[in-house]
């Protein structure tokens, strides 16, 4: 069973990767991106009786660092 | 306008970042994950004339290192 978790930045918190990201695309000549958030996408491949709450621990407990990171589960077959 | 662009190692690709994970799962006393695949995730928030086409040169050129990696692309409102 796979399961998807997005980790972003907090609203509030700068991030100097999506910066940088949006220097470079406005470099190669890019226009019209207003601003880039960089974040992490966590690809897990578990066994089927891995639960929510266990998928929810990981993610708090070392996945995303919940003072400046949102993360979002997405369970798949 | 805000799109979302989803970069994960190709199959056949080692992914240390990944196993890294796994390893701490397991260490943390999490049992059953099998495989771990670190990926990005890059928001996007752009001006609405910005093509797909523009976004899909932006990955090839920039987000995505299409030689080891895939690439999704995911607009919204």
Redesign the interface.
């Given at each position: 069973m796979k399961t998807r978790v997005?980790?972003?930045l907090k609203g509030g918190v700068l991030d100097p990767q999506?910066k940088a990201?949006q220097n470079?695309?406005g470099g190669?000549g890019?226009s019209?991106?207003?601003?880039?958030?960089?974040?992490?996408?966590?690809?897990?491949?578990?066994?089927d009786?891995?639960t929510d709450a266990?998928i929810e621990?990981?993610c708090k407990?070392?996945?995303a660092n919940t003072v400046i990171e949102n993360f979002r589960i997405e369970r798949s077959a």
């Open positions: 997005y980790v972003t999506g990201i470079a695309l190669l890019f019209g991106v207003n601003d880039v958030r960089a974040g992490k996408l966590i690809e897990l491949d578990h066994d009786d891995v266990a621990e990981m407990k070392l996945l």
